[in-house]
């Protein structure tokens, strides 16, 4: 069973590695539409939007995906509710 501390540490971990990396490849596309040949006039192209934002989303939803698998695994269990309880199948029964 692993510390319940690591949690923390690698969702920490991966942030600080979402934040680098986003904002390595934040200034490589701010770079090339700004100093690199560009058939756009305003320097940043749309695939380049579609990098950006496909990129930070995809990475963002794999960090939300860790934390709430994490916090699921320490939700206690729900008890299934008595047979009584249960409602019929079928319309009208």
Known sequence: MKPPGS???VAVILAVGICTALNAITFA?????LF????????LSENAT???TGWGGGIIGILG?????????K????????PELEEPDGLGA
């Open 7 to 9: 949690f923390v540490w």
């Open 65 to 73: 995906a860790y934390v709430g698998y994490r916090l699921g695994e």
């Open 29 to 33: 596309v701010l770079y090339a539409a």
């Open 36 to 43: 690199g040949e560009s058939d756009v006039p305003g320097g």
């Open 50 to 52: 579609q990098v950006l």
């Open 75 to 82: 939700t206690p269990d729900v008890p299934e509710p008595p």
